[in-house]
């Protein structure tokens, strides 16, 4: 392959060029960053380059596989979602607050990348604190979908999603606290896999809603995202909500075939307003799982669906409301000089530090909390977690994975929703209910209306995210939409 052209590798072809001495990480790092120099000036994907750190990076992973030790992810370029620690690198989260925020350690994730030698060029743009469905809430600049940059990439993650959809890296990793991973994989062509809570760890996450947050892969096809999971799964002690479990191979389960494996389709996520050819995408798609070997049901019912919305609005505000109340500007971030007591500081530091979707969410958190609406809200949010959940519970004991549109539509026009937050909102009613029932989801490629992609959710059982990728590459193998690019 040209030299100017392997930043179009996908991870398992790279891995096996680097193993054969056929080209060197340096090489594939100089690709990449070429890339961003092309492309960053359009779609704005990145927040911080780190070209000097990387090159670096990649020639100590040269020296590792002259040494004959070579792991799946060694000599990767990689991009980071702005919301992930990485030590001497700066974190910002999108926002004014930490924005020259400088973390004295790694995420665990970050240390498990490092420890295989992957090659970190840069973070990615995202919704401040990742709370948006559009990158549009970045305290820096909008990130832009490739594939119209007239329209939205899809939030929080749309820098990562963007990134690997311009090959500005090879893989990305993401963050989905309501669907942040595969929204953005379903608007931008690429594959996006929210493990089951739990099953990666999230120290040095920062939070945003700490019951609900999880780490994940965006990649360019599904094998690529098993060798991710591969990399960044296992029990770590230093998260109290990681469960030690055991981890498997996720590759093991990549066959192209579907026999024996039973699929509902749940009619509540075919919602009213969904996008013609959303639905008709959707419904080859499942056709073709059923072609594949797969036993479809096209009758299954999740009637506690249409509480999440409203559940999670209470649920994941109340957790931020908590978890931000640390940006005080006392310990570290943004402070503001301009006050007169510590109070008039801390009120000052977050009235401009903050910006107005963290402010909107905040307000609400605090409001679900307060004495008086606790009972009210939150803990009624609570109760009907807890049936989603146990609905969920009930289909998996029923089907293997359950399959929806991972959003009712394609790619909506940057601004289109900024001034209506419950417009926005609705963009991730189909991605929600999972992030409140700890399951694990997939997005991958599945169609495209004018010329927009569309993506097709998986849904599986509580740590068998070994099944939804069996899914996702049997329909993969089938199909061709995950090859297509953007004409950037």
């Known amino acids: ?156 993650s749309g820098g990562s999603a963007v990134a690997v959809a311009t090959d500005e890296a090879i893989c990305a990793l993401g963050s989905d606290t309501g669907g942040s991973i595969r929204q953005p994989a379903g608007f931008c062509n690429v594959v996006g896999l929210k493990p089951t809570y739990g099953r990666v760890s999230r120290f040095g996450l920062v939070a945003f809603a700490s019951s609900l947050d999880q780490i994940g892969p965006l990649t ?41 494996l039973r699929i509902g389709v749940p009619k509540e996520y075919f919602v009213e307003g969904m996008q013609n050819e959303v639905r008709t995408a959707l419904e080859l798609a499942i056709g073709k799982l059923g072609e594949l070997g797969a036993e479809i049901d096209w009758e299954a019912s999740l009637p506690y669906t249409k509480y999440a919305l409203a559940a999670y609005y209470i649920l994941a505000p109340s957790e931020a409301s908590a978890n931000l109340a640390r940006y005080d500007g006392v310990k570290y971030g943004f402070r503001e000089q301009n006050a007169n007591n ?80 419950m417009q926005m909102y609705l963009s991730d009613v189909c991605t929600l209910p999972i992030n409140i029932a700890g399951v694990p989801a997939i997005s991958i490629p599945t169609g495209f209306a004018d010329n927009l992609p569309i993506g097709m959710q998986i849904i599986g059982k509580p740590f068998n995210e070994q099944a939804l990728l069996r899914i996702a590459f049997a329909y993969e193998q089938a199909t061709d939409w995950h090859k297509r690019k953007p004409p950037l």
């Open 220 to 260: 360019k096809d599904v094998t690529d995202c098993a060798l991710v999971m591969n990399a960044i799964a296992g029990y770590d002690p230093r998260d109290s909500t990681s469960v030690p479990y055991p981890t498997p191979d996720y590759t093991e389960q990549l066959i192209p075939e579907l026999k024996g």
């Open 1 to 156: 392959m040209q030299i100017n052209k392997l930043h179009q590798l996908t991870i398992h072809e790279a891995h096996e060029l680097l193993k054969q001495r056929k080209v060197s990480s340096v090489e594939l790092t100089e690709s990449a960053l070429k890339r961003i120099a092309q492309t960053e000036k359009k779609v704005h994907a990145c927040v911080t380059i780190t070209e000097d750190i990387a090159l670096k990076e990649a020639k100590e992973a040269d020296n590792r596989i002259a040494s004959g030790n070579i792991a799946p992810l060694t000599g990767i370029p990689t991009l980071i979602k702005d919301v992930i620690c990485t030590k001497g690198l700066r974190t910002t989260c999108g926002s004014k607050m930490l924005e020259n925020f400088i973390p004295p350690y790694d995420a665990k994730v970050i240390e498990k990348l490092k420890a295989q030698k992957a090659v970190i060029i840069g973070k990615t743009n995202m919704d401040e604190f990742a709370m948006g469905s559009s990158t549009e809430h970045s305290a820096f600049f909008p990130t832009y979908n490739p594939w119209d940059l007239s329209r939205v990439p899809g939030g929080s």
């Open 342 to 421: 510590v109070i008039e500081t801390t009120e000052k530091t977050r009235q401009f530090g903050f910006g107005s979707e963290v402010k909107r969410r905040i307000m609400l958190g605090t409001y679900a909390l307060s004495a008086g609406y606790y009972e009210a809200y939150y803990l009624k949010a609570q109760k009907v977690r807890t049936l989603i959940k146990q609905e969920f519970d009930q289909a998996f004991k029923k089907y293997d994975a359950l399959v929806t549109p991972t959003s009712p539509t394609v790619a909506f026009k940057l601004g289109e929703k900024l001034e209506d937050p």
